[in-house]
């Protein structure tokens, strides 16, 4: 296989075992004579890939089936925008607002009903995570984002409430270690760090979907996928079946610690050059500690050299590096995927490139 250096921001790098066994199954699925994409979502095997994968799911997280359930529902991560909204709004919910799809989560919600954003980062283009959040009295939920794939920020701890956690993780599902417990849904849309495009991931806590609003379009609400195990109508079978390859990869790798520690390394690897030559990489993120492990944003000292740097880098296989387009600048993805060697080539990159360019 000739593999680049996949720096994109989504969908994003998998990785090479994901390929390779999914290669396997679009041709003959357990030798059954037919492509996985060919079987039926009600066929034993298919049901059994999907109890596998949501047990999988759980054991990641450290959560008990008895008090969660998984879903793989199609329409990205926006959907979950509206359906958080439709299902959980009901006085007031609280939203943090730290970049674009946050924003379009709040769009979504206002529409439902009331919006309290309890933080922004808006007032210096969201290059920080807001602290120090203005909580409602009672509110439904609070949505947060954890990694904010445009601008290059994450949560290093969690919004501290009473209210239930909701959070959009799609582009840091699975990169580190956190207690799961914690939050009463969580969705990802797969084609960040879980899979290719076309499924979402939702882990639901029970208590929170019994509380869910009723009366709502039958394919919006989440009682409806729950009820029917993520099978209501022909769920994303091909895209499900790699997202389970990439969590038994991420098992074999030695799980969420080992992946968490992999990527702190992989970040450190660009972050200790920003580091070193503030003046000519410079960082988008001013705080460190909101610094994502998973989209490295910075900007060098114009945009002629920016243009240079992306266009000679994609020469040498580096790829995917350009700023998304309502930003601009230099993003490196290095999901749990992109490997150690790709994160190596792309900072010795950024030094031959400051010793020609400077
Ligand atoms: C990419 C992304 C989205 C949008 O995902 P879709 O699946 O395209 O709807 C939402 N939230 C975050 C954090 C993202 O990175």
Redo the contacts with the bound molecule.
């Keep these: 296989m000739n593999r680049i250096h996949n720096f994109s ?2 969908p994003g790098v998998l990785p090479v075992p994901v390929l390779e066994s999914t290669k396997n199954v679009v041709q003959e699925y357990l030798g059954l004579g037919m492509s996985i994409m060919e079987m039926s979502h009600r066929s034993k095997p298919i049901v059994a890939l999907f109890d596998e994968v949501k047990e999988n799911v759980l054991n990641l997280m450290n959560l008990s089936k008895d008090d969660y359930s998984v879903l793989f529902l199609g ?7 509206a359906m958080v909204a439709l299902n959980f709004v009901k006085t007031t919910a609280d939203y943090v607002n730290t ?4 924003s ?2 709040i769009k979504e919600a206002k529409k439902v009903g009331n919006v309290n954003v309890a933080g922004s980062s808006e007032d210096k283009n969201f290059n920080y995570i807001p602290k120090n959040l203005k909580l409602s009295d009672n509110a439904d939920f609070l949505h947060f ?6 601008f290059g920020t994450r949560f290093d701890s969690l919004p501290e409430t009473n209210a239930p956690l909701v959070c ?5 599902m699975f990169s580190r270690e956190l207690d799961y417990s914690k939050f009463s849904l969580i969705y ?5 760090n879980i899979g290719p ?1 076309g499924a ?1 991931m939702v882990v639901i806590k029970n208590d929170f979907l019994n509380n869910a609003n009723t009366d709502l379009l039958t394919m919006l609400s989440y009682q409806t996928h729950v009820k029917a195990e993520s099978m209501f109508n022909t769920p994303p079978v091909f895209p499900v079946y790699v997202i389970n390859e990439t969590l038994k990869w991420i098992v074999a790798d030695g799980g969420l610690k080992a992946i968490e520690d992999r990527n702190i390394y992989k970040a450190g690897l660009i972050y200790n050059l920003i580091d070193e030559m503030p003046n000519y990489y410079k960082g988008a993120v001013t705080h460190k500690e909101d610094r994502s492990l998973m989209n490295i944003t910075f900007n060098l000292p114009s945009e002629e050299l920016e243009a240079k740097f992306i266009k000679e880098a994609t020469a040498k296989n580096l790829d995917g590096l350009k700023g998304h387009r309502s930003v601009g600048g230099v993003r490196a993805s290095i999901y749990n995927a992109c490997p150690v060697e790709s994160c190596q080539a792309l900072a010795d990159f950024m030094k031959e490139f400051y010793t020609n360019n400077k």
Excluded: E, L, P, Y
Excluded at 99 to 102: F, I, L, N, S, V
Excluded at 168 to 172: L, R, T, V
Excluded at 188 to 192: E, F, L, N, R, V
């Design positions: 921001a989504g329409g990205g991560a926006s959907m979950q925008f970049g674009t799809w946050a379009n989560a984002t954890s990694n904010n794939t445009i959009d993780m799609s582009s840091d990802a849309g797969a084609q960040k495009s979402t």
